[in-house]
């Protein structure tokens, strides 16, 4: 993308590929009006939808549709802004999408309107990523969490730390610009305090993004453990379908299947995986090497037994190979076979489950516990969605504050540790981010946002 021109004017599909009821044809740039000129035959007036004629240039019809002009600086992009809605035929959009470029402007890049938008600040960054966010979100927790952030509720949030950073490192400067004078302007500027506010503000900021990003990201979740356990079933009730093969016959399963689901908006990638044991079986070792596979990507283990034996020197070897990052879930399963409760114990430091995948009973307590280990909090209220990039700025942010507070009898080095926290706030809704970034983050944008 750095290598485009600003200056050019850009058209693209608006709309999802393939047929619908309607499409739209997006312009940006110094030639919108023109191309409405040419298209239309006339530009509309600003911001009022016009039922037109589109025409080729020898005045064949190509469609009739609506047609809305923008100008700058009240469009979306911040430059004039041309919109062509039409019968959303794939073949159409082609035509009128190539009608535009022939007249002057050019394909926009993945994500070269929302770019442009954020270049002509109409949005910060932090909203620009929430464009992509609100389209991709998966779930209606993330949906909602996407659009507050596009709303700009996020950008607030960061913002307001952001002026009281900036209002605090003031002070603290203006101390170091007067050392000779007998005040303790540490003392008695109350930076301590101060700081102390700004982190906890802080801290209340980064519990909502990480709720923001568990609810963008979701959590990989992967069972395992030996052969005919229930692993495949309970996979099933997880997914509230028939997607895995169920039988009584040991190594069933010898490729991982993997599926999305959701709990409380909250996307789970559960992965089922092959049985654990010595085989001689070709197709079921290489199976078996996809299961060990899956374990070094995922969050947490769900590590099956058969509640009837529990479990053996072989679960225990099954454990010890596991990622020592990974979080772990025992869970007893076939309770219904001694029927027995379903209930949850803590034992070793380490959750044990107890439950029926045949029947589900038990389900709801695996979800609940699953939940509590991904750091959902059953309060979505206020959340924003927000990005890995995000959370390691916040957390750099939280590191540096808090060295200001360890040195806070040193002015130079709190001036220092504040400087540097109100670079990396800043990064967050692009005050301060370098190119290379904008083309990493625009690039994974859809063609015509």
């Known amino acids: 993308m750095e290598s485009t021109n600003p200056l050019d004017t850009i058209s693209a599909i608006a709309t999802a590929s393939g047929a619908g009821g309607i499409g739209i044809v997006r312009v940006s740039g110094c030639k919108a009006r023109a191309i409405a000129d040419s298209i239309l035959g006339n530009c509309p007036a600003p911001r009022h939808a016009a039922y037109l004629d589109f025409k080729q240039a020898d005045g064949e019809l190509i469609d009739r549709g609506i047609a809305i002009y923008y100008p700058n600086p009240h469009s979306y992009t911040g430059e004039d802004v041309l919109e062509l809605q039409a019968h959303g035929g794939t073949a159409l959009m082609q035509i009128l999408l190539a009608r535009c470029i022939a007249l002057g402007a050019r394909q926009a890049e993945p994500g070269e309107f929302t770019r442009r938008a954020y270049l002509n600040d109409k949005i910060d960054l932090a909203q620009a990523e929430a464009v992509a966010d609100v389209i991709n979100a998966a779930t209606v927790e993330a949906a909602k969490s996407a659009v507050r952030s596009l709303s700009g509720e996020f950008s607030q949030?960061?913002?307001?730390?952001?002026?009281?950073?900036?209002?605090?490192?003031?002070?603290?400067?203006?101390?170091?610009?007067?050392?000779?004078?007998?005040?303790?302007?540490?003392?008695?500027?109350?930076?301590?305090?101060?700081?102390?506010?700004?982190?906890?503000?802080?801290?209340s900021v980064f519990s909502k993004a990480k709720q923001g990003s568990l609810l963008r990201e979701g959590i990989s979740v992967v069972l395992v453990g030996q052969p005919n356990v229930g692993k495949s079933s309970?996979?099933?009730?997880?997914?509230?379908?028939?997607?895995?093969?169920?039988?009584?016959?040991?190594?069933?399963?010898?490729?991982?299947?993997?599926?999305?689901?959701?709990?409380?908006?909250?996307?789970?990638?559960?992965?089922?995986?092959?049985?654990?044991?010595?085989?001689?079986?070709?197709?079921?070792?290489?199976?078996?090497?996809?299961?060990?596979?899956?374990?070094?990507?995922?969050?947490?283990?769900?590590?099956?037994?058969?509640?009837?034996?529990?479990?053996?020197?072989?679960?225990?070897?099954?454990?010890?190979?596991?990622?020592?990052?990974?979080?772990?879930?025992?869970?007893?399963?076939?309770?219904?076979?001694?029927?027995?409760?379903?209930?949850?114990?803590?034992?070793?430091?380490?959750?044990?489950?107890?439950?029926?995948?045949?029947?589900?009973?038990?389900?709801?307590?695996?979800?609940?516990?699953?939940?509590?280990?991904?750091?959902?909090?059953?309060?979505?209220?206020?959340?924003?969605?927000?990005?890995?990039?995000?959370?390691?700025a916040l957390s750099k942010v939280e590191l540096h504050l808090n060295n200001a507070s360890v040195q806070i009898n040193s002015a130079e080095l709190v001036a220092e540790e504040l400087r540097i926290a109100q670079e990396f706030l800043s990064s967050i809704t692009g005050e301060f981010t370098p190119d290379d970034l904008l083309g990493e983050i625009f690039s994974k944008f859809c063609i015509g946002k």
């Open 157 to 203: 949030r960061i913002n307001t730390l952001l002026l009281k950073l900036i209002d605090l490192r003031m002070f603290v400067e203006a101390c170091l610009d007067f050392p000779e004078e007998e005040i303790d302007f540490i003392t008695q500027g109350r930076v301590a305090e101060k700081l102390a506010a700004i982190i906890a503000e802080l801290s």
């Open 234 to 392: 309970l996979m099933n009730q997880l997914a509230g379908e028939e997607i895995a093969i169920v039988t009584p016959i040991a190594g069933t399963t010898r490729d991982t299947i993997k599926n999305a689901i959701q709990i409380n908006g909250v996307p789970l990638h559960v992965i089922d995986t092959a049985g654990l044991r010595e085989t001689d079986d070709e197709v079921e070792k290489f199976g078996i090497a996809r299961t060990w596979q899956a374990t070094e990507t995922a969050n947490i283990a769900l590590l099956l037994v058969d509640a009837a034996h529990g479990i053996t020197e072989t679960e225990k070897s099954i454990l010890a190979r596991l990622p020592q990052e990974i979080r772990k879930i025992w869970v007893h399963n076939k309770i219904d076979v001694a029927n027995e409760p379903a209930f949850v114990e803590e034992k070793d430091q380490t959750t044990h489950i107890y439950l029926s995948a045949k029947t589900g009973v038990g389900l709801d307590l695996l979800k609940s516990h699953l939940l509590k280990l991904a750091g959902y909090q059953n309060n979505s209220e206020g959340v924003f969605m927000a990005r890995a990039r995000h959370l390691e």
